[in-house]
Every structure is written in C-alpha cells, then in structure tokens.
C-alpha cells in the first residue's frame, strides 16, 4: 500500500509520491533534522517481504553511497522502520531523459556533452566494482547541474552478489514477457548476453549506453519490434538504422563510438567506460576546435582571395562555355571539372538566381530595371548573352518545364500563373492566384504551394488546381523526385530549415535534413544543400527517401543572401554565389536616410533586442540561437558596457521592457516548454514564473504603456500562432486574437488604443490594425508584405519591415477612426532572414533605428558556375 504524506520512516516525512517502478517506490520526503527535502524510496510490498531482497536493498546501499561522483544521484542514508527499509537519495529538480524524448531528440551537441556526462558516471560506478544493468533514458535525470544516474536497483556488486540477483534480474524479464502485447521494463536496452542469461559485466551497460545515446541523437529507439518475439530478434541479429541517416548533423565518429557499443559481441564493445568517455569527449573537443578552424579559414580566404577582372572573365566566358557545352552534349565522360564567373549586365541591379534550366544551356537570372521592378532574364551559357523573358515583371516564383523550352512564373501584380514560352516569349495564363510559394514542373504537371499553405497540382495546359496535401507551414522551393510522384520542399523548423519529401498521393511529410537553406536533388543521386556558409552534398535515395553516408563540401564558401542562390542542371552544371563577408552579426544604429551612426556591443549572434523605454539600455539575447541556448544580457548605452540578466542553461528569449523600465519579461524553455517569466532590469533577485501551461508555446511581444498587458505569441501543438493578451495584475492569459491564420508581433499604440500586428490571412505577411478593445473593424496598413510592427512615440507613424526594407506609414486616429497614409521605405536593412521578433528598433522619435545586421554581403556583380561539378567529390 502506498506511503500516505504525513508518515514518518525514522526522521522523514513523507510529502508527496515522485514515482514507482517494479523495484521500488519514492516519495519526496522532509529530512526533519537537517530541515532539507530528499528522496525517499523502499521496497514495494510483494518484495519487501522477501528477506533475499530486503538483504540486497540493504546491501545495494551501501555501496552506492560510497560512490561520489556528480552525475550519480547521491544516497544520504539508509534504514528501517516498522517493518519498512528505505534508501534516503538526493532529490533533484528536473526531468528524465525519458521525458525530454517526448518533445523529439536532442541536438547533437547537447547529446554528446550529455554522453560524456553519463559515461562518466558509469565509470565511477564501474571503477568501484558496480554493473548498473538497467541503463536507460527513465533512469537519467536531466538537472540544471547536469545529467544524474538513478536507480541502481538491479545493480551487481561482485560475484556473491550476481549469483544472489539472478533471480532478481529473471523476476524482471518473466514479468515483462508475461504482459500480452507490450514490451514493459528493461527490454529495448538490454544486450545480446543478457537476453540469453549470461553474466553481465561493464561492456553490458556499454550496450545500453550506446542505445541510450542513440535515442537521445535520433529520438527513436535503436531496436523496435511489434512483440517480444521480434523485438528479441532484432536486438539478437539486427542493425540499426544507420545514425547519420536518422541525424545528418552528427560527427561520423560519433556514429563509430556508438557502433562499437551496440556490437553484438561484447568482446568488439570498447571494453571500459573510461575509454568510451575519452573518445567522446576527443570528439567534442576536436569538433569545436576543427569548426573553429575551418571557420577562420573561411573568413581568411574570403577577405584574401582575389577575383579576376570581369572584363577578363566576360571575354573568357563564352569561349570556354561554348567548348564546355561540347563536351557535355559529345564526351560527357570524359569532361573536366572547370570553374568560371559569369558578369551581371551593367546598369541592371541583381535580384536573385540563377536557376539553371534542366538541359543546363540557360539559366534565369532576376534583375532589376527601374526602382522596385525587376524582370527575368534568360542567360544563354553558349554565347553569354542575356535576354528579357516577356511578361515576367515583378515574377517571383519561376520555374523551368521538363524540355527547357518553357517557364512557369508568378506574376504577383497580375494575380496569374503563367506559361511563357522561352524562345518566341508569348504566354498563357494557367491559373489566378494571388499567392504561391514555390513553383515545381514535371511531366505529371506543375506543382505549387498556395498562399493557404496547401500543395496543388495543376496541368501544364493549364486547368483546374487539384489539392494533393494540405500542410500548417509556408513551404518553399518545391522540386519533384524523379518517380514523378514524390517532391521535396523546405519550410521553416528550428531556427534553421528542414527538408521534408511528400507525395502527391497524400501522407504525411517525412523530414530528410536540416540545414541553414533550401535542398536540391541531383541526377547523380545526391542532395545538396546549404550549412554554416558551405554548399554540401550527400547521397539520397529516391526510392528509400532517405539520406546515407556522410555530407562532403562541393563549395566551402558561399553566399545565400538571396532565393535561388545555387542550382544545378541534369548534366552536371553547378551555379552559386560566392560568399563574401564572415555571416555575423552586428547590432548597427542607422537614420532614417540608412546612414550609418554606430554600433553596439561585439560581433555576435543576436536576437530579439529591446530599448528600455527611456533608450539607455538595451535588452538582447545572445547566444546559440539555432541550438536554443541563449541569455538575456543588458547593454548600458549612455556609459558603455554590458551585464548578464538570465543565467540557466536553457533558452531565454524575447525580453520585453515594462514601460517603468524596472523588470523585463522574456520567455524561457527551462521546464521545458517555453514559459512566461520575469525579472529586475537591475539584475537583483531571482527569475520570476509569470505563467505556464502544459505544452503551449508561449513568447512575449510588448508591453503595454500602462503596464498593465503583455501581448503574447502563444502557440499550441500543431496550430498556428496566434495573439493572446496576459494580464499582469491577476496572471490570466486569454484569447485575444486566434484563427486559423498566423497573427503576431503584436504592438499596441502609446494610446492603448490601436494594435499593430501580422498575419498571413491573405496568403502574404501583411500588417494590419485592429481598434483595442477589438470591436469587429479592422484596417491592412502594409501594401506588398510586412512584418514586425512598431509605434513612435506619439503614435503618428508606424514601422514595419517589408522583407528587407525598414518601411514606415502615417497614422491619423481620431475616436474610432483611423486614416492610414501610404507605407514608404526608408532604407534597406540589411536584416538576417531568419524571422525573429525585433531584427530593428525604432527610437522614441523615430529619428533613429538599431538594426541587426548581417554581415554577409552579396556579391552582386555576378555568379559562379562549375562544369562536372561530380568530379569534385571523386574519393570523398
């Protein structure tokens, strides 16, 4: 019978039960002498009154609380009374691993330190003579402090004591086997050896721990079968799915270590856990500094490497594209690798592209013409002259036809999908949509994303769009597979992008990669993709739908500050930007006329900045933002320097100044989801709770002039963002704004009258304006896209950006009317593209912007192409 709160066992109170397994119970406990809260665990009762285990309990903690090592859970104590034996343990604050794997695997740094962490701890056991023998994601509890090893129930001490828990280790594996239909207890971590009751030693928790690790990289369990039968085998026979298919990012040497511990004979196992730990810890290491390395020597050869005159380049080009072409149509086997740059025409501002057609004789390049219009160009390899394609202004999403001999193209101020025939220029009008994402032909017809997020087909004579998948997320870069039938795209996941494959026939998306831009698959069996500034490649299987094998680096440096910035053609024609600049960050001070006044702070990777209300210091965070570890630090703008506001090792986001400049709430993912906290500008005191749930995500935007509202992002699981309001004074958050729609980036006017936020209602990212307290009415302010709202001051003008230009508008309110003016640019800021809150602050008067701005710059004076680009990975 489970321990009531309020029972005393010697000096300790029960509180509260923590949880229970078929080795014991534990509560939480009050130690009423040291006045401190332990762990309590006993035996359950159906063991309890069996001496052998009464004796091993006893036993066991004993020789647990001689091992002190971090990253084992501590034993305090140990006794007896009425009757009950119990075990004192540390109480820890936290989560198992176990439960951490519900929200999807670890990032692959954070996986690696976290291996070191327990196989140090298994070390220690190991060193004093201690099999775990039931290592497991439920058995390590994640702390602040780092990972801790828990329950050694079915520990073995020494020989006496094996032949003693035999009986105990079968009594676990009978009782899993007698429930019907499911795999209970230990089994999907236990090795080869100890399903065929053979003695286990150190190698057999060097089993486990590889599976551990595994499934902390992964996120799914090394070894899965539909009964225990099947799962026996595969654990007995099978291999797992290879690591760096599951999880690209990883180190191959980490999927070695991992290898050697799963081997199915424990003499191929690294023999001890000391050694396990070096390795992975050599990894970590050797990783950082090989980054590191790498990185300087990308940042060096950007700023030293000289390229050729155009001029030289321009009169070259031809000649050698027009022998290249040659060769490709005659000899393609017997092709050489050849590098050459292709000039942009003078006196025409570059866009995006190129995008090669599927025969690699042409390419599109956007250009512009006169203020915000731009064209598309056809560029002919052969003889390197461009052309204007007809009826391709303002186009957005282009794509070529199977043959090369047509395009597809949005054009976005006509509201049309068009055919346009490349060589007599004459076009027909396929469909009318106000928005696509991306565009995709194949000989089954042209595939599109609408602006409602779904995927439709539609017939390359045009016809009616057919759905074939419905999706929550803005997809990008559409590409068919060569079965005609599946397609890849890229949508928004992380802070990064994932590639995920789909099929016309309909299913669920399956994800592929994840990577720093779009994917694009190759004839030859490849995908490449964009990572931390290089242009890589790995093998694909179309048929599998998965990666294999190991990313190589086609182009170590390469620049992806626009769409289409690489492409490659059916015979082996690579384009792309050489990258320039180091792809940092900077916070940079601007005027309204886009002239640099200053910078703020270090190079370094910055998120969600925030002005105090009366703009002498700055709130930002800084960090690692795609593996979400950052801090909130305060920068002091009138003296100079800067102080650390947040200090736990989890993600800490989105600080928000009240308007008495006395606390800054931000968001925090420390329990694990993402909650609402808050603290002293001062730095005094400690963090705050404010609000949590859950599961909902949950990300504050401002706060409202009378302190008395926060405006929130609030997502739930599987929905889009919306807009919800969080009272201060009572801690109530509640709905404000919430469709099927995203809305947020909300800002409510000095007044606390208007409230500026986004949505994507219209297919688009668009501004709008809506009366507060809503009352039905409402006004779009932006004209050609918009995001990131925010007031002056006085509330006579608005700031937006608009992709990339920090845009500003009138406002004219009176009562409950508003007169929005015309939304005009004020300079082009060069902002990262990944969406965050806040990449531009607007001052008080509006007179000044803090921008964050990337580093990286465009080489906008032309493009590079590779011919037989495969020859440049031979032996990798």
């Not at 006329?593 to 998120?607: A, H, I, S």
């Not at 889009?720 to 704004?737: G, H």
């Amino acid at each position: 019978m489970p321990l009531s709160a309020g029972t005393r066992l010697g000096p300790y109170q029960i509180v509260a039960p923590l949880g229970a397994g078929g080795m014991g119970e534990v509560y939480r406990a009050q130690d009423t002498r040291l006045d401190r809260t332990v762990a309590l665990k006993v035996l359950p009762l159906h063991l309890a009154e069996r001496e052998d285990l009464r004796q091993r309990f006893q036993v066991e903690a004993r020789a647990i609380a001689r091992l002190q090592h971090p990253n084992i859970c501590a034993v305090f104590d140990v006794g007896a009374d009425s009757g009950v034996d119990y075990l004192i343990l540390e109480y820890l604050e936290g989560e198992t691993l176990e439960k951490r794997l519900e929200r999807g695997p670890l990032p692959v740094s954070e996986a690696l330190q976290l291996g070191i962490q327990i196989a140090s701890g298994l070390d220690a056991a190991h060193r004093a003579g201690i099999t775990h023998r039931d290592l497991k994601p439920g058995n390590v509890m994640l702390t602040k402090s780092g990972a801790k090893l828990l329950d050694f129930g079915l520990a073995k001490f020494d020989q006496k004591a094996a032949a003693a828990s035999s009986s105990t280790g079968m009594a676990t594996l009978t009782k899993a086997l007698t429930v019907e239909g499911a795999i209970m207890g230990t089994f999907h971590y236990m090795a080869p050896e100890q399903l065929e009751g053979a003695d286990a030693d150190a190698r057999t928790d060097i089993f486990a721990f590889g599976l551990l690790l595994y499934e902390a990289i992964t996120g799914r369990k090394a070894f899965q079968g539909k009964s225990q039968a099947t799962l026996i085998s595969a654990i007995m026979t099978a291999d797992p799915t290879p690591l760096s298919t599951l999880q690209p990012m990883a180190p191959p040497a980490l999927e070695r270590v991992i290898g050697r511990c799963i081997a199915k004979d424990p003499d191929e196992r690294w023999q001890s856990t000391r050694d396990l730990c070096r390795e992975l810890e050599w990894i970590a290491l050797g990783g950082s500094q090989i980054g590191a390395q790498a990185a300087a020597a990308g940042t060096a050869a950007r700023k030293s490497t000289s390229r050729l005159p155009w001029i030289v380049a321009a009169l070259a080009v031809a000649a050698a594209a027009v022998l290249a072409w040659v060769h490709f149509r005659e000899r393609p086997q017997s092709l050489p690798m050849v590098r050459f740059s292709v000039a942009i025409p003078p006196k025409l501002p570059f866009i995006a592209g190129p995008r090669l057609s599927p025969d690699g004789s042409k390419a599109l390049v956007w250009l512009g013409n006169s203020g915000s219009i731009w064209n598309i160009y056809v560029y002919t390899l052969a003889t390197g002259e461009y052309k204007l394609l007809p009826a391709t202004e303002e186009a957005t999403y282009s794509c070529w036809s199977p043959d090369s001999r047509y395009v597809a193209s949005l054009n976005s101020t006509a509201g049309e999908l068009r055919k346009i025939e490349v060589a007599g220029g004459g076009f027909s009008i396929l469909a009318k949509t106000t928005s696509t994402n991306s565009l995709a032909w194949s000989r089954g017809g042209i595939l599109y994303g609408g602006g409602d997020g779904n995927f439709y087909l539609i017939p390359a004579e045009g016809g009616a769009p057919r759905k074939v998948l419905a999706s929550t997320d803005t997809a990008t870069f559409l590409q068919w597979l060569p079965d005609g039938e599946h397609f890849l795209f890229t949508v928004a996941s992380g802070g990064g992008l994932e590639t995920r494959v789909a099929s016309i026939q309909g299913g669920n998306p399956k994800a592929v990669l994840q990577s720093t831009d779009y994917a694009l698959y190759a004839p030859d069996g490849r995908l490449l993709f964009a990572r931390n500034g290089a242009l890589l490649a790995q093998a694909f299987d179309p048929a599998k739908l998965a990666l294999s094998g190991s990313p190589s680096t086609i182009v170590a440096s390469i620049s992806t500050a626009n769409r289409s910035s690489y492409s490659v053609s059916q015979n082996g024609i690579l384009t792309f930007h050489a990258g320039l600049g180091s792809g940092e960050q900077q916070l940079t001070w601007f005027d309204r006329t886009g002239r640099k006044l200053g910078e703020v702070g270090g190079v370094d990777f910055y998120t969600n900045p925030a002005l105090s209300p009366d703009g002498k210091r700055l709130a930002v965070g800084v960090g690692d933002y795609f593996a979400k570890k950052r801090d909130i630090w305060v920068f002091d703008l009138v003296r100079g320097g800067s102080s650390r506001l947040t200090f736990d090792p989890a993600d800490d986001f989105n600080p928000t100044w009240s308007p008495d400049g006395r606390y800054i709430a931000f968001g925090s993912d420390r329990k694990g989801k993402r909650d609402l906290y808050r603290k002293l500008a001062s730095g005094t005191g400690d963090d705050e709770l404010l609000f949590e749930n859950a599961t909902d995500s949950k990300a504050p935007d401002s706060w409202s002039q009378d302190g008395r509202y926060i405006w929130v992002t609030f997502q739930v699981p599987g929905k889009s963002d919306n807009i919800y309001l969080f009272t201060v004074a009572d801690r109530k958050m509640e709905k404000y704004l919430a469709t099927s729609f995203a809305e947020d980036k909300a800002h409510l006017s000095p007044d606390g009258r208007w409230l500026a936020y986004r949505s994507n209602e219209s297919g688009h990212d668009e501004i709008y304006l809506q009366p507060f307290p809503a009352d039905g009415e409402r006004w779009q302010v932006s004209t050609a896209g918009g995001t990131e709202p925010q007031w002056r001051n006085d509330g006579k003008e608005l700031f937006f950006l608009a992709g990339k230009a920090l845009t500003a508008v009138d406002i004219k309110a009176a009562g409950k009317s508003v007169e929005i003016g015309i939304p005009h640019k004020l300079f082009d800021a060069n902002v990262p593209t990944i969406s965050v809150r806040n990449r531009y602050l607007a001052t008080g008067d509006g007179q000044k912007f803090l921008v964050v701005s990337q580093e990286e710059q465009l080489d906008a004076t032309g493009f590079d192409v590779i011919l037989n680009w495969p020859e440049l990975l031979k032996g990798k």
